[in-house]
C-alpha cells in the first residue's frame, strides 16, 4: 500500500467569515422544526467568537447517503445556531445525533465531536456513548430548551467536551 | 455500511498544542481524544447545497468591477485521496488576503489598503481528473500580534471534504522560497519537514500564461479508503 502523504491541516484562522459561511448554512434541513444552538467556549471560559462548526447528520429515516450539511459562524459573541430535524437511529446502532466538526483560529486541526440527545432511550445501547467515559458523557448530550435544543462546545478546561479521534 | 479510512499518515498535521502559536493555548484539549472506529455518520459524504458555482467563482481577479492590484498567478493542482485517486466533483473553496496583505472582512485592521477590485474569495469543482484551477493574484505577508514582528508569510487559504467527514481539511497554500517560513508558527507548527514541504506550492511554466499570469501547481491530498477484503477478492 502506497504512503498516506497527507497534506497537513493548518487553522482556518481569524479572517474567514467574508469567505466560508452562507445564508442557507445554519439551515441543515429544510423546513425543519428542531433548533439546536449553542456557544463556544475557550479553556478561560471565554465565548469563542471566531470558531465555524460544521455538523453532518442522518435524515429522520437514519439515512447518511447525502447526509444533512450545516456550517455556522461563532461570530462575533461564540454562539451558533442550526435549524434541522430530529435524526433517525442510524443502520450501525448508533443512537440520534449529530456529528460536529468545530474550526477556529488557535486551532491547528479541526476537532470532531458529537451531539445526542437528552432522554433518548437509544441512548443507553449506543457503542460510541459506550467508549466514552461515564463521567464525560454528559458533555455530548444536548441541554432541552423551550425552543429546541443547547450544545454547548468547551475545547478546554472543566467539562472539557469530549473530542474524537475520527 | 461506508467506507472506512485510512488511519496512517495522520502524524502529519499539526499538534493541537503548539505553545509558540500563542492562541493555542486555550484552544486545544488536554482530555485524550476517544477513538471512533468506522462511524458511519463521520464516513458519510456531506451534501453540499451552497449553491451551483458560478462562472466566476473561480477567478478572483474578475468578481468585481476592475483589475484587482498585484502579481496575477493562476494556482492550479490535483486533489488525490492517500491511495492516489483522483476526487472528481469535490469542492475546493479558497479565501486570501489582497496584494497589500489585508484582507476584506472588518475585523482586519492592519494598515494597508484594501483593493475595491478584490474580494479574495473563490470555489471551484474539481474535474475529472481531480484538477482545481484558480485564477488569483498573489497575496502579501501581513503582521499579527503573535510575538514581536510577526509576520505571516504570503498564503491561500484552502478547504477541502474529501469522501467524508472525516476526510476534512482546512489549510493553507504558501509560496515557493517565502523568507518568513522560519519564523512563522503556524506553519513550523507542522514538525515534519517533508510534510511541511507539502504544504508550498511550485512555481509552474505549464500553468503560466504567456504575457498575462505566472503559474504555481499545488497538489493536495486526502486521507484515503482503507482497502477491504472485498477489494482483495475483486482483484
Redesign the interface.
Known amino acids: 500500500?502506497?504512503?498516506?502523504?497527507?497534506?497537513?491541516?493548518?487553522?482556518?484562522?481569524?479572517?474567514?467569515?467574508?469567505?466560508?459561511p452562507?445564508p442557507?448554512?445554519p439551515v441543515v434541513a429544510e423546513g425543519g422544526s428542531l433548533r439546536l444552538r449553542g456557544t463556544v467556549f475557550?479553556?478561560?471560559g471565554?465565548p469563542?467568537p471566531d470558531a465555524l462548526v460544521?455538523v453532518?447528520?442522518?435524515d429522520v429515516d437514519g439515512r447518511?447517503?447525502?447526509?444533512?450539511?450545516g456550517r455556522c459562524s461563532t461570530a462575533p459573541e461564540g454562539r451558533f445556531a442550526f435549524t434541522t430535524v430530529r435524526p433517525g437511529p442510524?443502520?450501525?446502532g448508533?443512537a440520534p445525533?449529530?456529528?460536529v466538526?468545530v474550526?477556529?483560529?488557535?486551532?491547528?486541526?479541526?476537532?470532531?465531536t458529537?451531539v445526542y440527545f437528552p432522554g433518548e432511550a437509544l441512548n443507553a445501547a449506543d457503542p460510541?456513548l459506550a467508549?466514552?467515559p461515564e463521567d464525560?458523557r454528559h458533555t455530548l448530550i444536548a441541554v432541552e430548551e423551550e425552543r429546541g435544543f443547547r450544545f454547548d462546545i468547551r475545547?478546554?478546561?472543566e467539562d472539557?467536551?469530549?473530542?474524537?479521534?475520527? | 455500511m461506508a467506507t472506512p479510512l485510512r488511519r496512517d499518515g495522520r502524524d502529519a498535521h499539526p499538534d493541537r498544542d503548539h505553545p509558540a502559536y500563542r492562541s493555542t493555548a486555550l484552544r486545544h484539549p488536554r482530555q485524550p481524544l476517544v477513538p471512533l472506529h468506522d462511524p458511519e455518520t463521520e464516513l458519510a459524504r456531506p451534501f453540499l447545497g451552497a449553491g451551483p458555482i458560478a462562472p466566476l467563482d473561480h477567478d478572483l481577479t474578475a468578481q468585481r468591477g476592475g483589475q484587482p492590484l498585484g502579481e496575477r498567478i493562476v494556482v492550479t493542482g490535483r486533489v488525490r485521496d492517500g491511495n492516489g485517486a483522483p476526487l472528481a466533483g469535490q469542492l475546493v473553496e479558497v479565501w486570501q488576503a489582497n496584494a497589500s496583505g489585508r484582507y476584506a472582512q472588518a475585523e482586519d485592521r492592519h494598515d494597508a489598503p484594501l483593493d475595491p477590485n478584490f474580494a479574495g474569495v473563490g470555489r471551484c469543482l474539481t474535474d475529472a481528473a481531480g484538477t482545481y484551477r484558480f485564477v488569483t493574484v498573489k497575496p502579501g505577508p501581513y503582521p499579527w500580534r503573535n510575538h514581536d514582528k510577526a509576520w505571516r508569510p504570503s498564503h491561500i487559504h484552502f478547504s477541502l471534504f474529501g469522501t467524508a467527514f472525516a476526510s476534512r481539511l482546512i489549510t493553507q497554500m504558501y509560496f515557493p522560497g517565502d523568507p518568513l517560513f522560519p519564523y512563522d508558527p503556524v506553519m513550523q507548527s507542522v514538525t515534519d519537514e517533508a510534510a511541511r514541504e507539502r504544504m508550498v506550492a511550485a512555481f509552474d511554466l505549464d500553468a503560466t500564461v504567456d504575457q498575462w499570469a505566472t503559474g504555481y501547481r499545488w497538489d493536495i491530498v486526502l486521507r484515503g479508503p482503507a482497502a477491504t477484503v472485498f477489494e482483495d477478492v475483486e482483484g
Open positions: 500500500m502506497a504512503v498516506q502523504e497527507l497534506t497537513p491541516a493548518q487553522t482556518v484562522g481569524p479572517f474567514y467569515g467574508f469567505a466560508l452562507y442557507a448554512g475557550d479553556g478561560a471565554e469563542v460544521e453532518l447528520q442522518a447518511l447517503d447525502g447526509g444533512l450539511f442510524t443502520a450501525d448508533c445525533h449529530l456529528a466538526i474550526h477556529a483560529r488557535g486551532l491547528l486541526l479541526h476537532l470532531h458529537r460510541v467508549v466514552v464525560r475545547l478546554q478546561g472539557e467536551t469530549v473530542f474524537f479521534d475520527v
